[in-house]
């Protein structure tokens, strides 16, 4: 496990200065503080990592090699994400966090009403949700897991679409409807297993 941490962290640091150099020459310098860009790949990473969060959790607390295997995907794929949106950052030569607070830039969206109480942003699972799933094992963890992650791929759709309407730069909608179609095929794909976890359970 801290192997193929160490290993995916260098990986993306790789990518991540790479990309910074492309999306330097590209459009380093046009993209403002309060741009739909800058909020998106600020939040989206934020979003991302919780999602990475929970994969590494569900990996240590179930044999299944199914459920690991997507917990897997969805670290690798989201935890690259992350390196490319925050290259973005550093070759705009923006902070990471926005000073004036999550979720502005997608104010007036639709996706921006489905945040639940106690969550940062749409999708994410509470501090008490992280809680439970850390303490469950095998089976119940499963269930949790898949619950807690198709509902965080949805919240992360709403970004992602909000992205594709609102962004202009075509790199940051390219990347958003990346996001979308990879979000809602594991969405359908979880809730296959999900349901077939169920009738086991039941």
Same mark, same amino acid.
């Given at each position: 496990?801290?192997?193929?941490?160490?290993?995916?962290?260098?990986?993306?640091?790789?990518?991540?200065?790479?990309?910074?150099?492309?999306?330097?020459?590209?459009?380093?310098?046009?993209?403002?503080?309060?741009?739909?860009?800058?909020?998106?790949?600020?939040?989206?990473?934020?979003?991302?990592?919780?999602?990475?969060?929970?994969?590494?959790? %569900?990996?240590?607390?179930?044999?299944?090699? /199914?459920?690991? #295997?997507? @917990?897997? &995907?969805? +670290?690798?794929?989201?935890?690259? =994400?992350?390196?490319?949106?925050?290259?973005?950052?550093?070759?705009?030569?923006?902070?990471?966090?926005?000073?004036?607070?999550?979720?502005?830039?997608?104010?007036?969206?639709?996706?921006?009403?489905?945040?639940?109480?106690?969550?940062?942003?749409?999708?994410?699972?509470?501090?008490?949700?992280?809680?439970?799933?850390?303490?469950?094992?095998?089976?119940?963890?499963?269930?949790?897991?898949?619950?807690?992650? %198709?509902?965080?791929?949805?919240?992360?759709? /709403?970004?992602? #679409?909000? @992205?594709? &309407?609102? +962004?202009?730069?075509?790199?940051? =909608?390219?990347?958003?409807?990346?996001?979308?179609?990879?979000?809602?095929?594991?969405?359908?794909?979880?809730?296959?297993?999900?349901?077939?976890?169920?009738?086991?359970?039941?």
């Amino acid at each position: 496990m801290t192997s193929r941490r160490t290993f995916t962290a260098a990986g993306i640091l790789v990518l991540a200065a790479a990309v910074a150099f492309v999306v330097y020459t590209v459009f380093g310098g046009k993209v403002s503080d309060s741009s739909v860009e800058a909020g998106f790949a600020r939040d989206m990473s934020s979003h991302h990592r919780q999602a990475v969060e929970m994969s590494f959790i %569900i990996r240590d607390r179930t044999d299944d090699e /199914d459920v690991r #295997r997507l @917990a897997y &995907d969805i +670290a690798t794929s989201q935890s690259a =994400q992350i390196g490319m949106m925050t290259a973005w950052l550093d070759a705009w030569g923006l902070p990471h966090v926005d000073p004036a607070g999550r979720m502005r830039w997608m104010s007036g969206h639709p996706g921006h009403t489905t945040v639940a109480p106690g969550a940062p942003m749409p999708g994410m699972a509470t501090d008490a949700q992280l809680k439970e799933l850390r303490a469950a094992h095998g089976r119940a963890a499963e269930i949790l897991f898949l619950k807690l992650m %198709i509902a965080h791929h949805q919240g992360g759709v /709403d970004m992602a #679409r909000a @992205a594709v &309407d609102r +962004a202009k730069e075509p790199e940051v =909608q390219r990347l958003a409807r990346t996001m979308v179609n990879g979000q809602r095929s594991e969405i359908e794909l979880m809730n296959g297993m999900l349901a077939e976890r169920e009738k086991q359970q039941g």
